[in-house]
């Protein structure tokens, strides 16, 4: 019908409004790096860098999430993918003695496969994209409790692999770099190239999709294996970071990842996922609970603050988008 | 029809109404009645103020509103009226989304309304429930189980179902309701549409008043009492039906005459490979055995009621569909059973008939809309060549007189007749062999209807094939050089131009079918 403006509501001034994100990590940076009570800490090389690079391992997993996300899938195996490859690297490396070159290449094999199953499930048996992939998470996370007999893997893990995880170029961390060449990477394909304009087609509205001659399942099968494949790297980074094959991290990276993805949908290009967005939210997160924890609030504050802004942030979006789609 | 003796003072009457949005008048000093006892139709294009009339007589956006409005013998200005005053003065409204739920029954989506009758603790009383929605809508004439499924409901029935609960405090006895309708037809089939029709012209004889806001102009000359058309926000004349033609209401919308059909030279297939498209013995769905031919350069329509396949024969040539038996060729090219890729590969364009679900990205810009089919084609060395995009979007965007800020708009703010044409230029950009149109202005003004023949026009021009369904005979009737009638399925009449006249469509397709 004739679409006649609303009464104008009072928000923030369209121009501001994608960078409002960007303002808040800068006030609350600088916020820690000068009060007394985090400052000496916060702002020391070896603690921004430390977080830098947990951050990157973190940043990977949620920009290849981004690609169920944009066709409105969720994909919560991400975690569970990024412990499986890790799991595999270090055992190639550790009980089958292969390379590094050939247990990365088995590992993040490994890794991708599980989106490949999970594309399968969702398109050809139609299960819930949310259902699939937690009841895929869960079965990963079982079958690596059964391989590693919950014990960590930390023999025979290439000397050289930890040592790129841990240096640093020119006082940035390597895994920063691998982030970066990600982003690049996410960017272009969702931005770049059709796969990704088809996949906001497809999450704008499926059926138009497919009478445009959009094979839409198609596109949704490999949006699940960029997803899984991007979690294997971070699994790899996971590797290189601490050295062993521990069967209990990563787990809890799936949580964190659709909290920045959700939250980096609220900047840059409000009401839209998007890869510099989520950068931002992932330092933004990653600093905020550090901040926090200098500060002296108990550990606790890592859940509630990723809880909470994984609602709010999908909050504001969705709000965003609302918006959007009804603004004049 | 006359006017009901005893009946003169007005139901509704409006003074000055007025209002502005960010000082641009969408509403300008409208001044008008409502007599009891009659059907009123307000008419107008997109943008002519219906809508903000009716937002200010249900007292959703009267700030800042100018004027007067009385009901009865309760008058209030325009800027203190209320939803609640609005309801204690006994307006009632119907929007086009009638907010029916089709899985509950017919007593649930009555008491969702009216509230439910309960027991001791609580507990719904289903047989008060029952007795009372059965009461109700037997007063509008609706005889129907209230256990029932809401969905099993013929169309007319549900929305009339939606009108009866709305009215169901405003007894036989009280002459002071007047009935707001906003397009409750739209979505209706012809013969579904006559039904609701009847119905109301029943209810308006008992002395309410009834406002039935509608873009369908048989439907104001069949049905209305009264007439008011607005244009730009400004009244332009209310009056007596009586005496009123298509045209006259047309011009008096559209603020001038619009333009006739182009004349087109009239098809002669010369040879085989002239037909775009050639469909033999086609089934599926309730489609039995359909042949037809549509050439380059030909307009061929499908009339027939809703359920008579008219639908499906199309999906199943854009390849949506699989058929069951049968051939579709297009520019001599079997389809077979490639779906919709080769369908689209072979210069099949197809427009479905609810654009918001089937062909829009409401969510996304003007832009990416337009260049939907085949993003491929921008792929340079790597990489969408955006600036080729942009290029292309805003040519479209002149070339098929989109209104639209810039190709950057959100797609689902424009109106509808825009989005319809931001979907033809989407498919007609390709220069397709055939063109498949399924209600292609379904829902949109009159302005922007012809605007849509138009471009319709130009492409068959150009040596587009173009198979047109529609609900709407008038539109067969300008639009095609031929005219096949289905009925359950089955091709029942051919009509070639100079036979077609949207009576002689109606007639055919509800003609009972003669025993096999």
């Known amino acids: 019908m004739t679409s006649t403006a609303v009464p104008a509501r009072t928000r923030l001034g369209p121009t501001l409004e994608p960078y409002a994100l960007v303002i808040i990590f800068v006030l609350m940076f600088v916020f820690f790096a000068i009060a007394p009570e985090t400052s000496d800490l916060f702002a020391s090389h070896a603690n921004l860098s430390s977080v830098l690079a947990n951050q990157s391992v973190l940043g990977v997993l949620a920009l290849g999430s981004l690609a169920p996300l944009v066709c409105r899938n969720f994909d919560l195996s991400v975690g569970a993918i990024a412990s499986l490859s890790q799991i595999a690297i270090a055992a190639a490396m550790s009980r089958f003695d292969l390379p590094l070159v050939v247990a990365l290449v088995v590992g993040i094999a490994i890794g991708t496969m599980v989106g490949v199953v999970n594309g399968i499930v969702v398109t050809r048996f139609r299960v819930n994209a949310l259902i699939a992939t937690l009841g895929m998470a869960t079965f990963v996370a079982g ?13 025979g893990i290439s000397k050289s692999f930890v040592r790129f995880g841990s240096g640093e170029q020119a006082g940035i961390p390597n895994v920063t770099f691998v982030l970066a060449v990600v982003a690049v990477a996410v960017w272009y394909l969702l931005t770049q190239v059709p796969f990704g304009r088809h996949l906001h087609f497809i999450g704008s509205n499926p059926e138009s999709a497919r009478l445009v001659g959009i094979d839409v399942d198609r596109a ?12 294997s790297v971070g699994g790899a980074l996971l590797v290189a ?37 989520t950068l931002v939210a992932i330092m933004l997160l990653g600093f905020g609970v550090n901040g926090l924890t200098l500060w002296g609030v108990p550990y606790w504050i890592n859940d509630v603050f990723f809880g909470a802004s994984l609602v709010v942030a999908v909050a504001i979006s969705s709000s965003l988008g609302r918006e959007r789609a009804g603004a004049t | 029809m006359t006017e009901p003796s005893g009946l003169a003072r007005p139901g509704l009457a409006l003074a000055g109404l007025g209002k502005s949005y960010a000082g641009v008048a969408a509403l300008d000093g409208v001044t008008l009645e409502i007599r009891r006892g009659t059907v009123h139709c307000l008419v107008g294009g997109n943008g002519s103020g219906k809508s903000t009339l009716v937002k200010l007589l249900a007292g959703v956006v009267n700030r800042d509103a100018r004027g007067t409005v009385t009901i009865g013998d309760r008058t209030v200005a325009a800027s203190e009226l209320t939803p609640s005053w609005a309801r204690d003065a006994g307006l009632r409204f119907v929007h086009q989304d009638i907010g029916v739920f089709d899985d509950m029954s017919v007593a649930d989506n009555v008491a969702v309304v009216t509230g439910y009758p309960t027991g001791p603790g609580g507990k719904i009383d289903r047989a008060a429930l029952d007795t009372s929605v059965r009461a109700l809508l037997q007063r509008f004439g609706l005889d129907v189980d209230p256990a029932a499924p809401t969905g099993s409901l013929r169309p007319a029935a549900r929305t009339m179902l939606a009108i009866a609960r709305a009215l169901y405090d405003q007894g036989p006895s009280s002459r002071n309701g007047v009935l707001v309708l906003d397009e409750p037809t739209a979505s209706l089939p012809e013969h579904e549409s006559a039904f609701l029709r009847e119905m109301l012209r029943r209810y308006a004889a008992d002395g309410h008043a009834i406002v039935l806001i509608t873009h369908h102009l048989s439907e104001v000359l069949d049905v209305a009492d009264d007439v008011t058309v607005l244009r730009d926000g400004r009244h332009v004349v209310t009056r007596e039906r009586e005496g009123l033609e298509y045209r006259d209401l047309v011009a008096l919308i559209v603020g001038s005459d619009i333009p006739e059909r182009w004349a087109r030279p009239v098809f002669e297939p010369a ?41 499906q024969v199309v999906k199943m040539i854009a390849g949506v569909t699989a058929p069951t038996r049968g051939q579709v060729h297009v520019n001599g090219t079997d389809l077979g059973a490639g779906g919709i890729p080769s369908a689209i590969a072979a210069g099949v364009a197809y427009v479905p008939e609810d654009r918001d679900r089937d062909a829009a990205f409401g969510d ?36 098929f007189g989109i209104r639209t800020r810039s190709e950057r708009q959100t797609m689902s703010t424009l109106s509808g007749g825009n989005r319809q044409k931001v979907v033809l230029a989407r498919w007609l950009e390709r220069r397709p062999t055939l063109l498949l149109l399924d209600e292609p202005s379904q829902g949109v003004d009159v302005g922007a209807r012809a605007e849509i023949h138009r471009i319709v026009e130009q492409a068959v021009e150009l040596g587009t094939a173009a198979l047109v369904v529609s609900s709407d005979f008038d539109e067969l009737c300008l639009l095609c050089d031929r005219v096949i009638v289905m009925r359950s399925g089955r091709q029942v009449a051919e009509l070639a131009r100079h036979e077609l006249t949207p009576a002689r469509l109606t007639e055919l397709s509800f003609a009972p079918l003669e025993a096999a």
């Not at chain 2, 489609?287 to 037809?292: A, F, I, K, P, Y």
């Not at chain 2, 050439?295 to 809703?306: D, P, S």
């Open chain 1, 220 to 231: 949704v099968r490999r949006s699940f294996v960029v997803s899984a494949f991007f979690a």
């Open chain 1, 143 to 155: 079958l690596i409790q059964a391989y590693t007999e919950g014990q960590t893997i930390s023999n």
């Open chain 2, 364 to 399: 996304l810009d003007v832009g990416s809309n337009l260049l939907a089919v085949g993003v491929r084609r921008y792929l340079r060395r790597g990489r969408l060549d955006h600036a080729a995009e942009h290029a292309d979007a805003t040519r479209l965007i002149r070339e």
């Open chain 1, 241 to 277: 970071r601490n050295g062993t094959g521990d069967p209990r991290s990563g787990a809890n990276y799936m949580l964190q990842a659709l909290a920045a993805a959700a939250l980096g949908a609220t900047a840059i290009r409000p009401g839209r996922y998007n890869v510099v967005g």
């Open chain 2, 271 to 311: 040879t085989a490979s002239d037909h775009g498209l050639v469909v033999t013995g086609l089934s599926g769905g309730s489609v039995h055995d359909l042949s037809l031919r549509v050439g380059r350069g030909e307009v061929v329509g499908i009339a027939g009621m809703r359920g008579s396949g008219r639908s």
